[in-house]
């Protein structure tokens, strides 16, 4: 069965969203909440990837966790049957957490592909150290990441944050999930959208409340900064953001509310 698509253009530049499926988590992921405010058991999110084609470039952002995360999410990986038809010329990893780059897993997967991760992100992710260096709890998710990374390496370039991939098509720094997390920026024909990658989790929860912090962030002030300094210029330029764990296809405007925001799905 084929996955859910979105296709919409920003100018000259073509855009197609995949549903990646969906993630069922303990509300306990999301901390800093005001008081009041109730999650309930659990939190739901989505799972979105894009195809940009822009001038000569077919680029895919992240590949989703095709079969990697199944036995414990058994509703992502949803678009990966479709994505393996897929020929991009190049690939950006917004970050490396496995539900980002799980299509790698596959040694099969897009041969010849240059993917471009950050240096920050690259270094900190395949330091040959960093499984002594995490929690026991979280050692197997470092060892695939860096297994999945070796099988890559001869094909990866890395960048400072910042880089031009295609006319209209730039990288731009978004660190606090990730060492180098990093998104993408469309802009053509006076038309413009930023995919924030994980930046923003959840549109209902942090929103309404951008200090709310997530488990899987690296540094969660730094997340925190970077959420509400997005989300300031988005309502304030009226920018469209696209985020991967939006309910699909996870692209809207940003409206402010006082202190807070509210998202408008397009």
């Given at each position: 069965m084929s996955a859910r698509v979105h296709d919409m253009k920003i100018g000259e530049i073509d855009l197609r969203i995949f549903d990646d499926g969906r993630f069922t988590l303990p509300a306990a992921y999301f901390g800093n909440l005001p008081e009041g405010m109730e999650l309930g058991d659990q939190v739901e999110i989505g799972a979105n990837l894009w195809l940009i084609r822009s001038g000569d470039r077919v680029i895919l952002v992240d590949t989703g966790s095709a079969k990697a995360l199944k036995a414990r999410f058994p509703e992502t990986g949803a678009a990966w049957g479709d994505l393996r038809g897929v020929q991009p010329t190049d690939i950006v990893l917004?970050?490396?957490?496995?539900?980002?780059?799980?299509?790698?897993?596959?040694?099969?997967?897009?041969?010849?592909?240059?993917?471009?991760?950050?240096?920050?992100?690259?270094?900190?992710?395949?330091?040959?150290?960093?499984?002594?260096?995490?929690?026991?709890?979280?050692?197997?998710?470092?060892?695939?990441?860096?297994?999945?990374?070796?099988?890559?390496?001869?094909?990866?370039?890395?960048?400072?944050?910042?880089?031009?991939?295609?006319?209209?098509?730039?990288?731009?720094?978004?660190?606090?999930?990730?060492?180098?997390?990093?998104?993408?920026?469309?802009?053509?024909?006076?038309?413009?959208?930023?995919?924030?990658?994980?930046?923003?989790?959840?549109?209902?929860?942090?929103?309404?409340?951008?200090?709310?912090?997530?488990?899987?962030?690296?540094?969660?002030?730094?997340?925190?900064?970077?959420?509400?300094?997005l989300l300031a210029e988005a309502a304030t330029k009226g920018t469209p953001i696209a985020a991967t764990h939006f309910a699909f296809p996870g692209v809207g405007t940003v409206v402010a509310e006082g202190q807070a925001y509210r998202f408008q799905p397009v």
């Open positions: 917004t970050h490396m957490h496995a539900d980002h780059l799980g299509g790698f897993a596959d040694p099969a997967a897009f041969a010849g592909v240059t993917i471009h991760v950050a240096a920050a992100e690259w270094g900190f992710w395949t330091n040959p150290d960093l499984p002594g260096l995490v929690p026991e709890e979280n050692r197997p998710m470092v060892e695939m990441i860096q297994s999945v990374a070796a099988g890559i390496a001869d094909r990866v370039v890395t960048h400072d944050g910042a880089a031009e991939l295609a006319p209209g098509v730039t990288l731009a720094p978004l660190p606090g999930h990730t060492p180098g997390h990093t998104g993408v920026q469309l802009q053509s024909g006076g038309q413009e959208l930023l995919i924030v990658s994980d930046a923003v989790i959840s549109e209902q929860i942090q929103m309404a409340q951008p200090q709310v912090t997530y488990a899987l962030d690296g540094d969660a002030a730094a997340a925190v900064a970077t959420r509400q300094t």
